[in-house]
């Protein structure tokens, strides 16, 4: 397994267009979380699935932002009307979580998003 | 309001000694806390993490020490090499819950 992957790792669109990255995870991982991360901050949380299931979303994501796994594999994130501060590093992380216990992150490379 | 607060944005120290790099927490639910290294152009890896049931935790060159009467955390390398230079960020969660939450990081440089 080569670990979490996302495409594209580059995006510059235009302000308004809409925008749709794509993580895969590694393949034996229950769970798949969605960061966002600006300069010079740490990767604030945006949601995340266990399964197919989302369990749980940011109140600071707005409605424009929409994620899915549909199969409890790869997820898609997507961005409807791009504003200009939604320019960030977007990243993907996948785990193993079992009952009682928490596990480590993996994250992949991000998707680094400019909105012009 | 901030829940990680890793207040050292930098840190430099020489090849060979010992960098600490520390974090403080506000939410007391926090049960587990981590240690991620990220390089340039890469997504953070995971390093060290430590449960509340415990106060020290070592892997290697790498100890991590959780106070949690004072809400402190703290990573310990030792010693330092110059391919630890990298910005480290503390995370927390709560073990049943799914997300982490992050400090903004501290850039270590490890001089030769």
């Known amino acids: 397994d080569t670990g979490v992957s996302q495409n594209p790792r580059h995006k510059i669109t235009k302000r308004g267009q809409n925008v749709t990255f794509r993580c895969d995870p590694i393949?034996?991982?229950?769970?798949l979380y969605w960061y966002r991360q600006t300069l010079g901050q740490g990767p604030e949380f945006l949601t995340y699935?266990?399964?197919?299931?989302?369990?749980?979303k940011s109140r600071l994501l707005s409605d424009r932002f929409s994620a899915e796994r549909p199969k409890g594999s790869f997820s898609t994130l997507e961005i409807q009307r791009t504003e200009q501060g939604d320019s960030a590093m977007y990243l993907c992380a996948s785990s193993l979580w079992q009952t009682g216990v928490a596990y480590e992150q993996y994250f992949g490379p991000g998707t680094r998003l400019t909105v012009t | 309001d901030q829940q990680v607060k890793q207040n050292s944005p930098s840190l430099s120290v020489q090849e060979g000694r010992i960098s600490i790099l520390n974090c403080d927490y506000t939410?007391?639910?926090?049960?587990?806390f981590l240690w991620y290294k990220k390089y340039p152009a890469e997504g953070p890896t995971f390093l060290i993490s430590i449960s509340s049931i415990k106060d020290k935790n070592e892997d290697g060159r790498f100890t991590v020490f959780l106070n949690k009467s004072a809400k402190h955390l703290s990573l310990h390398i030792v010693p330092s090499q110059p391919g630890d230079s990298a910005v480290y960020f503390c995370?927390?969660?709560?073990?049943?819950?799914?997300?982490?939450?992050f400090g903004d990081g501290t850039t270590l440089t490890v001089k030769p």
């Open positions: 699935f266990q399964n197919e299931a989302q369990l749980e």
């Open positions: 939410n007391s639910m926090f049960d587990y």
């Open positions: 393949s034996e991982h229950n769970r």
């Open positions: 995370a927390a969660g709560v073990e049943n819950a799914g997300k982490s939450t």
